[in-house]
C-alpha cells in the first residue's frame, strides 16, 4: 500500500518519445539555463512562461509522473458531482512543446554545486532553478493507514487513490456518525476537509438518509476557518444544517476493521475519544517536501526557504520557488499559485538582466468554499489575513454564480490558460472578473 504515501509520483521503465517535445531517461544533455523541478501546476506553469522568455531549448522539467491532475476537482469527485477521469490528463499532454521532460524523480539538489540528482542516476546541472516540488502526504503519521483504505467506509479527497473511495462511502451510508477531520499539520486548500462536509450533508438530505445522520467535522485548529469574515458565515450554515463542529480535536489512529477513529484533544494532552464512524473522511497530516527538507534550501521547518516578496530564494539568488513546497505565510492553493506564476515571472526576469525585483506578491490566495451542490462562498484573501475581493458583491454569501465558476470555468481556465503560463498574476478572479467586464 506504498501507493498512497506518494500518490504523484510514477516510475515509467521506457522511453517515450513525442514529436511536441522531448521525454527521455538518458538523454546527451545535462545542462540547461532554466530547470524546473516539479510538474503540478507551478511547474508546468511556470515552464510555459520560462519557455517564452528564454527559448524551449534551455528550460527542462523533472517531473516523474505520467498524468498530471486538477486536484481542485477532487471535492467534487469525493461527493459524486465530478469524475476522476476528468480531473487528469497525460503530462505529455500539458508538458510545453518543445521542453525537455526529464520523466525522472529528483532525489537530491545541491545549490552549492548548481546540479540535482534524480533516481536513475542522472546529474543534471542548471543556471537557474525553479523548485515546484509541492507537498509531501503523510497518511502514515495516523495509525492504522494507510492500510485502513482497503476497507470501506472511509476516503481521503487528498489522493488519487483514495478520493473515489469517499463517494463510495457516501453512496453506502445507512446512519450513524459521518466524520470528517482536519490535521495539526500546514495543509493544502484547507477548506477543502469541511466542503466535503457540506457536500455530504446535502447528499444525505437529497437521499433521505440525513436524519439518521450525525454530521461531524473534528478539526485540530481552535477556528472554524482562519478569515473571521468568512468563518462567520460559515458558522452560520453549520448552525442551519445542524451540524457538530468540535476544535482541537486531531485523528492519531484509525480503526477501520472496527469503523473506530481515534481524536486526541490538543487541549488537553493525553486525552482521547474514540468515535464510531459509518463514514470517515480523512484529511492527512502533510509536510514539506523530502528533497527540499534534505537540502540547504529548506528553512527550518523543511519547507524552501523564499523571500515573501519575489518569490527568490534567501540564500541562493539562482533559486526560485513556487506553490506548496514554499514557507510563503499565505494559504497553500491553486488559486495562489496562479498569482504567484506572474511575480514570478517578473522577479526572474529583473534577474536575469542583474536588475533588482520590483513587483512584489501580497500573498494572494483564494479558496472556493463549496458549501452544497450549486452553492460557494469564495474566500479571497492576502498575507495579512484581510480579504482581497474581486467581486462588488459580499463574498461571504452562499452564491450560484460562485459554484459555476469553481466546478466549471476554473478547470477550462486551468488547462486552457494557467498551465500555458497565459492566465495568472494577482488575484486571478479579479483578472477574470475584469475580462468579463470588457
Known amino acids: 500500500t506504498a501507493s498512497y504515501f506518494q500518490p504523484e509520483q510514477c516510475h515509467p521503465t521506457g522511453i517515450a ?160 456518525n459521518a466524520v470528517f477531520t482536519f490535521p495539526n499539520t500546514p495543509v493544502k486548500c484547507a477548506g477543502a476537509p469541511q466542503k466535503i462536509m457540506y457536500l455530504s450533508d446535502a447528499f444525505l438530505r437529497k437521499t433521505g438518509k440525513r436524519a439518521k445522520a450525525n454530521i461531524i467535522y473534528n478539526t485540530s485548529l481552535p477556528v472554524l476557518f482562519g478569515i473571521k469574515k468568512y468563518a462567520d458565515s460559515l458558522w452560520d450554515i453549520v448552525k442551519q444544517r445542524d451540524l457538530q463542529v468540535n476544535l482541537r480535536q486531531n485523528l492519531i489512529e484509525v480503526r477501520a476493521d472496527k469503523q473506530e477513529a481515534v481524536f486526541e484533544n490538543l487541549d488537553k494532552p493525553g486525552e482521547t475519544k474514540v468515535l464510531e464512524y459509518e463514514m470517515l473522511h480523512v484529511t492527512p497530516p502533510m509536510g514539506p517536501n523530502l528533497v527540499v527538507q534534505g537540502s540547504p534550501l529548506a528553512d527550518e521547518a523543511g519547507w524552501l526557504d523564499v523571500n515573501k516578496d519575489n518569490l527568490q ?31 514570478l515571472n517578473s522577479t526572474i526576469s529583473k534577474v536575469l538582466k542583474n ?67 497565459l492566465w495568472g498574476g494577482p488575484g486571478p478572479y479579479r483578472k477574470l472578473f475584469h475580462l468579463g467586464m470588457k
Not at 512562461?49 to 477532487?74: C, D, F, T
Not at 451542490?373 to 480579504?387: H, K, M, R, S, W
Request: charged share 20%; with cysteine; proline share 5%.
Open 313 to 343: 530564494h534567501k540564500r541562493y539568488p539562482n533559486v526560485f520557488g513556487i506553490g506548496d513546497c514554499t514557507n510563503l505565510p499565505t494559504a497553500k492553493t491553486g488559486a495562489a499559485v496562479a498569482a504567484q506564476t506572474a511575480i
Open 355 to 421: 536588475e533588482k525585483p520590483d513587483k512584489i506578491y501580497d500573498g494572494y490566495t483564494s479558496c472556493p468554499l463549496v458549501t452544497s451542490y450549486n452553492t460557494v462562498i469564495l474566500a479571497e484573501f492576502d498575507y495579512n489575513g484581510q480579504p482581497l475581493e474581486t467581486f462588488p458583491i459580499n463574498q461571504a454569501k452562499e452564491r450560484r454564480t460562485m459554484y459555476h465558476m469553481k466546478a466549471d470555468v476554473m478547470p477550462h481556465l486551468y488547462w486552457h490558460g494557467l498551465l500555458r503560463g
Open 17 to 176: 518519445i513525442s514529436p511536441f517535445h522531448t521525454a527521455s531517461r538518458a538523454f546527451a544533455k545535462q545542462h540547461y539555463k532554466m530547470l524546473v523541478v516539479g510538474g503540478g501546476s507551478g511547474g508546468i506553469s511556470m515552464s510555459a512562461r520560462m519557455k517564452r522568455m528564454l527559448g524551449a531549448e534551455n528550460v527542462a522539467v523533472v517531473e516523474p509522473s505520467e498524468m498530471h491532475y486538477y486536484q481542485p476537482i477532487w471535492t467534487l469527485v469525493g461527493a459524486g458531482a465530478k469524475t476522476l477521469t476528468s480531473s487528469g490528463r497525460s503530462t505529455a499532454s500539458v508538458m510545453p512543446s518543445g521542453v525537455k521532460w526529464v520523466k525522472s524523480k529528483v532525489q537530491e539538489i545541491n545549490p552549492d554545486t548548481n546540479t540535482v540528482r534524480t533516481d536513475d542516476g542522472n546529474e543534471i546541472s542548471y543556471e537557474y532553478l525553479i523548485v515546484a516540488l509541492g507537498l509531501q502526504l503523510h497518511f502514515e503519521k495516523i495509525k492504522g493507514l494507510p492500510e485502513g483504505f482497503e476497507h470501506p467506509k472511509i476516503g481521503s479527497n487528498y489522493s488519487v487513490q483514495t478520493v473515489e473511495k469517499t463517494w463510495k462511502a457516501l453512496q453506502d451510508f445507512k446512519e450513524g
